[in-house]
């Protein structure tokens, strides 16, 4: 049998190396969550049942008008830019977080949207969205006559 040997210089290294990992780590989550224009952009939630569909969507600081939706068949497209504040006249930033960029998400559903019906609001930056199912596509209950 071998007889283990306390090392001091492993368990040193060891401790090294896990917080060398956490700084790795550490760099990551802050690499991603700084960049405004990842995808996912603006943040969405998409509800479905068996009659319609509703979608909000964070959009503070866009304008209706330079907010596009799109729906052709099963398929919506919320296109739109940010446009950059004016700045007072000899006014310069001491710091700029908000992006100032175009965004593009689409999403696909399991079924036909009924473009007629598509109700659309904004209210404190959020965008709703009720988007009916087509009748062809809505389920149809069958009774069994006896």
């Not at 799109?70 to 739109?80: P, R």
């Not at 965004?103 to 709703?128: D, H, M, W």
């Amino acid at each position: 049998m071998f007889r283990q040997v306390y090392n001091p210089w492993y368990d040193w290294n060891n401790q090294w190396r896990e917080m060398e990992q956490l700084r790795r780590e550490m760099n990551q989550l802050f690499e991603v969550t700084a960049q405004p224009t990842a995808a996912g952009f603006p943040a969405m939630n998409v509800w479905t049942s068996d009659d319609a569909a509703l979608v909000t969507a964070e959009i503070a600081g866009v304008t209706p008008d330079n907010l596009n939706i799109e729906v052709s068949g099963n398929t919506l497209t919320v296109t739109g830019s940010r446009e950059a504040e004016k700045l007072p006249e000899g006014g310069k930033y001491h710091r700029r977080e908000r992006n100032i960029s175009q965004f593009s998400r689409t999403f696909q559903f399991p079924f036909t949207i009924n473009a007629e019906g598509i109700e659309a609001s904004c209210e404190k930056g959020v965008l709703r969205l009720a988007l009916p199912r087509a009748k062809a596509e809505k389920p149809h209950k069958i009774t069994v006559k006896s």
